[in-house]
Every structure is written in structure tokens, then in C-alpha cells.
């Protein structure tokens, strides 16, 4: 019986609000409502439509909230109500049947779920965002029509009569603080429902131009739990004004938290969505000006947040303007806080040339971190306070979009990279960084073209490259004595212990071992003499190219590598598998060396010994570092007329090398 009467009184049932609570998160029938989805051409103009809503609901709440709350209403002003587009019409047949919806059919709670579906298939010809408009239109005619009548002038007796018959003075005595209390509850979720939809208008509108971020929100089932939003909203106020009845509202509170609930998550999703449209503008920004620059100036700028800080520079112990490096060739060093001690000496010792400074040059350091925490401000201090030349003076100053940019463009990683900049603000090289590890000073000022004639000069020897007494203390005179030398690495300890312990049974003092497996130092430079040659151009095929290859190919593939030299001139470059094999034999075949019987020196015959074991492999192929923008896409087999594989392989060494 009392549901029976509840019913008859409009009294909304707690069955009723577990079930339209249950409707936001119910999956299936979203699903169905979802299908019902059939648009047609000559959609309503959402922005027209939305402001007319706005309009309607901002100035009804602010009327409510007058009458809630009289004290806080006062100095809050009037609404700040949009022009409407002239001319516009609004779709008034969709929306006085879905007035008669919301108003007639809703309190029916037994039908709930029909009311509902035949709201969707009502708007099913209408976008998803004008669904939820319409929907949100009608519940702005019914409540607007309502709370207009409070705020009449004591001359208008037709609009007092009105709001006398339909209530208005009796619902709202301000001695009724429960009902006034559920009324001020209903509006903020009106206000709330209203604040989704524009959230959902201003997405569709904005995304139009951004098809990448089209699905950042999901506008249908948006669009879904705002019209169950509405739905609430109407059944709640239809129940407040048909009675007096204490015990309405009662239920709004858990309903309200929900629907703010599905409100921070729709407003966190544009949020994210407007982050991302900002900085896809930004990039688009930056690109321009890299791409285009007037100046170095300019460029630099581009780089950091200047409106942060007009002296975004440190240099020695003060801070300084980005305008003193007008009319300067700019080297921007680009790294994280491990850049190593060996490129800040080589770095500061080009810093230290009178030449630098004489022809215009500068250093600007740009350090690139994942995170800023207070161990990692530590050690960008540290490492700032050995820099003789310019760096940013805050890591906040960097502009997150351009850090974006600059591993797209200009392919940094992880390794340090020199970006060379000319006054104009023209990148003369995209990263210096190779050639300054391999020739210092002699390789100002830094461009492709030096690169390219320092690799024409004659006599260049890759193993003197690679072998440098910075890296081997030593080595060069070693190289001068033409003493052999026997440079190895391997990813297996126990096979660098085999070539050590064979190594120490010869009795040759004129044999140097250098164990490179361990030595960052040498694999930078390893890699450093590719790279300024795949920057420049180089011939795959050319000789000092392939023998840098054949040894990085034969430590990532085999797992090790040995060369043996006399002085700087290379007798085996080849897999650590067969020279450890013929050093393990040497008791066998040591005798033969003889200069003064048959000639042989101790390379002729580790040579011979060599050639007899080694088997050439089936497939020619070599592996080059993961140097992006530099990496050939085609390159013919320097064995054979046909053209070689591409393939990509993703590695981790732990740490290691």
C-alpha cells in the first residue's frame, strides 16, 4: 500500500533511485541505449543550442541559490548571460516531447528503464552531444518555467497569481529548512549536470580540429550518464513541487555524489584533453621556429620558459639574458646529469681556445631529466658549477613540448649531443658530438663539412682511432714500437679469462693485451667513429667503414671479439671464436715462428694458424647502433651483387657496456 501511495504521490521509491543509480555503471544496457544511435543530416547547431541552455540554467540556479542561501546571494552579481545567434531555432518538437518525458513519465518508477529507452530512441537522430542538449533543454524549460515566478515585481499580478497556484510561496517559506536544504542540493547537481555537458560540448568542438585526440573521451557514454543525470534531476524536482512531503530529498545526497563523481572523471578526461591539444599546439609552435627561425635567439627562447624567468641563464655566478647570445654561433649541449667527465674535459678544453671566443662561438648546456627531485637539483648544481660556459639556470626552465622536439628532431636519447647553432638560428649540425669525442679542438667549428674532410685526409688508421692513450695510457708508443697488441672483448668472463691466461704462456714481451669489454670509454668512441661517418654519408663499403663494423658486429653477434696488430697495422679483426682457439694451440704450432730459419714472425704464423680453423659464415651481415636518422635504408652486400636484410633488434646489456 504505501508504495502504492508513494507512487500516486509522486514520492520516489528507494527501489527507484538503486535502480538509476545501478543504471550509470550498467555496461549491457548502456550498450543497447548506445545502439539506438542512428544520426541524421542537418544536425542543430550545438554552440547556438548550448547557449540557450546555459543561459536558461545559470539564470534559474542563480535564482535558487538567492533563495537557499539570501546572505551569499547578495554580492554574488547577476549570471553572465551569452549572446544568442540570430535566427537560431531550436528543435522545439524534440524538446516538448522530452519535457513530456521528463515531467509526465518519469515518476512512473516501475518504468523506469522504458522511460529512459524511449528517451534514446526519442533523440536517436540527434549527434550524441545534441542528445544530451535537448535532454538538458527540457529540463531547462520545466525547471526555468518554474523558478522564474520567485522573482516577480509586486505590480505583475498575473506572474504573483501564477506562482501562488503553482505553489511557489508555500514550497519555499523560508521556515522549511529541510525542503529549502534538498533544494539547494538539487541545484548544485543541476549545476554540476550542466558543467559535464559543456565539458562534452567544448570537446566536440575543440577535438574537430585535433583528429588525433577524437577519442580522449568516450562522448556516448558520456552522453549516457548525463541524460540519466537529467533524468534524476527531473524526478527529484517534479517530487519536491507536487507536495509538501518532509521526506523528500532524502535519497538526493547519495545520488548527488555520484553524479559529481561521474563529473570529475568526464572533467578530468577534458582536462587531459585540453593538456594535450596545448601541447600538440605548442609543438606545432616550436616546429615553426626551428624549422624557421630568424634568429638563434629566437630559437633558444623557444627552448625554455622565459616568461618565467626574462635571465634564464647561469653562467660562472651570475645569472644572464638569452639577448647576449645575438649574433653568436651556439653550441647547445643537450644531456641528462650523467654526462661523463671525458666529454666535459674535451668540451672545456674548446671552451678554453682563444679561437672559440674570437670567431663567435658559445656553449649553452641544456639538461634533459625525466624528474625534478632535491638529490637530482644536487647534482645539476654540481655539474653546472663545472661548466665554464652558459647553462639554464633552473631545470624548471626547460619547456617539456621542446624536450619532445628535440629527441623527435634532433634524436637524443641518452647520449650527449652537440647541437650546433648558427646566429641565424640554423642547425649547421645536428650533433657535433661524435666528431668533437674523436678529434677535439681540430674539429672546429663543428660542421658536416670539416667532418667530411678530416675523414678525406690520408693515412687515417682506425685502429689508432679507437686505441688512444687517453682510453690506454701508453698505447701510442706501444703503436710506435710496433710491439703487438691484442685489443679484445666478450660478453663471457670465462672467455676473457681463456684468451688472458693463453695470452700469458707466450713469452713475448713485446705483446701488449688491452681488455676493452669494460671500457665505456672505448665503445663511445667505437660507435662516435660510425656515427661521423654515417652523419657525413660514408660509404658502407669503404675499408676503415667495414673493419669498425666487423669488430661491433662480432661482439654483438658471437659475443666477442679480438684484433691483433703490429703497431697500427691490423693482421686480424675478426670473432674472439677462432683466435681463442689458435692461442689455445700455441704450444702446437709455436715452434714455426723462427725469423732466422723460415723467415716467420709470431703474426705470420698466428695468421696461417688462424686462416687453416676459420670457417667463412654462410651469411654476410653486420650491426650497427641504434643511431636514428643516420641509418641507411639500403645497403648492397659488400660480398655479393644482392642487397642485405634489414632487420631491427631491441637489446639490454644490464648496465654493461
Known amino acids: 500500500m504505501d508504495n502504492f501511495i508513494n507512487h500516486l504521490l509522486g514520492k520516489p521509491d528507494q527501489s527507484m ?57 547578495q554580492g ?30 518519469a515518476l512512473d518508477t516501475k518504468n523506469l528503464r522504458q522511460t529512459l529507452v524511449s528517451l534514446f530512441h526519442q533523440l536517436s537522430s540527434f549527434s550524441w552531444v545534441n542528445k544530451a542538449l535537448i535532454a538538458l533543454s527540457s529540463l531547462a524549460v520545466f525547471y526555468g518555467d ?30 522549511d529548512l529541510q525542503k529549502i536544504s ?3 542540493v538539487l541545484n548544485e547537481m543541476i549545476k554540476t549536470t550542466l558543467n559535464m555537458t559543456q565539458c562534452i560540448v567544448d570537446f566536440e568542438h575543440e577535438s574537430k580540429d585535433f583528429p588525433q585526440l577524437s577519442t580522449m573521451i568516450d562522448v556516448a557514454s558520456s552522453v549516457y550518464q548525463i541524460i540519466i543525470s537529467i533524468l534524476a534531476c527531473s524526478i527529484q524536482f517534479t517530487s519536491l513541487i507536487s507536495i509538501v512531503d518532509d521526506n523528500k530529498g532524502k535519497d538526493l545526497s547519495a545520488f548527488a555524489r555520484k553524479v559529481n563523481m561521474v563529473h570529475r572523471n568526464i572533467k578530468q578526461h577534458y582536462e587531459d584533453f585540453s593538456q594535450k591539444k596545448e601541447e600538440i599546439k605548442e609543438y606545432q609552435r616550436l616546429l615553426r621556429i626551428i624549422n624557421a627561425p630568424t634568429d638563434n635567439v629566437e630559437l633558444i627562447k623557444a627552448l625554455l620558459y622565459i616568461k618565467d624567468d626574462p635571465q634564464p641563464l647561469f653562467i660562472g655566478s651570475k645569472k644572464d639574458k638569452i639577448e647576449s647570445l645575438r649574433r653568436k654561433n651556439v653550441l647547445l649541449l643537450i644531456s641528462d646529469l650523467k654526462l661523463t667527465s671525458h666529454d666535459l674535459s674535451i668540451l672545456i678544453k674548446i671552451y678554453e681556445e682563444c679561437k672559440f671566443h674570437e670567431e663567435g662561438y658559445e656553449i649553452v648546456w641544456v639538461p634533459i631529466i625525466k624528474q625534478e627531485c632535491e638529490d637530482v637539483i644536487k647534482r645539476f648544481q654540481n655539474l653546472q658549477l663545472q661548466m665554464p660556459w652558459c647553462s639554464v639556470h633552473s631545470l624548471k626552465l626547460i619547456n617539456r613540448v621542446a624536450i619532445r622536439i628535440i629527441k623527435e628532431k634532433w634524436h637524443f636519447k641518452q647520449d650527449a649531443i652537440v647541437t650546433v647553432l648558427d646566429p641565424r638560428g640554423r642547425v649547421s649540425n645536428q650533433n657535433a658530438m661524435s666528431m668533437i669525442r ?21 693515412g687515417i688508421n682506425w685502429f689508432e682511432l679507437l686505441a688512444t692513450d687517453f682510453i690506454f695510457p701508453g698505447i701510442q708508443e706501444a703503436i710506435k714500437a710496433e710491439k703487438y697488441i691484442f685489443l679484445y672483448g666478450a660478453e663471457e668472463p670465462k672467455t676473457t679469462q681463456v684468451i688472458e691466461d693463453s695470452l700469458k704462456k707466450i713469452d713475448d714481451k713485446a705483446i701488449v693485451a688491452l681488455n676493452v669489454t669494460k671500457s665505456q670509454f672505448f665503445w663511445n668512441r667505437l660507435k662516435s667513429c660510425m656515427l661521423s661517418k654515417l652523419q657525413i654519408g660514408g660509404d658502407l663499403h669503404e675499408p676503415i667503414m667495414q673493419d669498425i663494423l666487423r669488430l661491433y658486429t662480432c661482439f654483438k653477434k658471437d659475443g666477442g671479439f679480438t684484433v691483433l696488430t703490429k703497431g697500427s697495422r691490423v693482421m686480424i679483426n675478426d ?17 714455426h715462428v723462427n725469423v732466422n730459419v723460415n723467415g716467420k714472425t709470431f703474426d705470420m704464423v698466428f695468421k696461417e694458424q688462424f686462416d687453416l680453423l676459420y670457417v667463412p659464415p654462410r651469411c654476410h651481415h653486420f650491426y650497427i647502433p641504434n643511431m636514428v636518422g643516420y641509418i641507411p635504408e639500403d645497403v648492397k652486400c659488400p660480398i655479393c651483387p644482392g642487397m642485405m636484410n634489414n632487420i631491427v633488434k631491441f637489446e639490454c646489456c644490464h648496465g654493461a657496456h
Not at 523558478?147 to 521556515?175: F, H, N, Q, Y
Not at 670473432?575 to 715452434?591: A, D, F, I
Request: proline letters at 7%; hydrophobic letters at 40%.
Open 17 to 73: 533511485w538503486a535502480n538509476l543509480l545501478a543504471s550509470f555503471d550498467d555496461k549491457k544496457f548502456m550498450k543497447e541505449m548506445v545502439n539506438t544511435h542512428a544520426p541524421e543530416e542537418g544536425d542543430v547547431d550545438v554552440q547556438s543550442l548550448f547557449h540557450l541552455v546555459e543561459n536558461t540554467l545559470q539564470g534559474t540556479t542563480a535564482i535558487v541559490d538567492s533563495i537557499v542561501n539570501p546572505r551569499g546571494a
Open 76 to 105: 554574488s552579481g547577476s549570471p553572465d548571460f551569452k549572446p544568442l545567434k540570430e535566427g537560431f531555432n531550436p528543435p522545439l518538437a524534440a524538446i516538448n516531447d522530452v519535457v513530456c518525458q521528463l515531467t509526465c513519465k
Open 146 to 175: 518554474f523558478w522564474r515566478l520567485a522573482r516577480v515585481e509586486p505590480s505583475d499580478k498575473l506572474a504573483e497569481s501564477m506562482a501562488i497556484l503553482k505553489g511557489l510561496p508555500e514550497i519555499t517559506k523560508p521556515s
Open 182 to 184: 534538498v533544494f539547494g
Open 438 to 458: 674523436i678529434w677535439g679542438k681540430d674539429a672546429f667549428p663543428f660542421t658536416g663539412a670539416v667532418a667530411a674532410d678530416i675523414w678525406k685526409r690520408p
Open 575 to 591: 670473432s674472439h671464436m677462432y683466435v681463442t682457439m689458435v692461442l689455445v694451440q700455441y704450444e702446437t704450432w709455436k715452434k
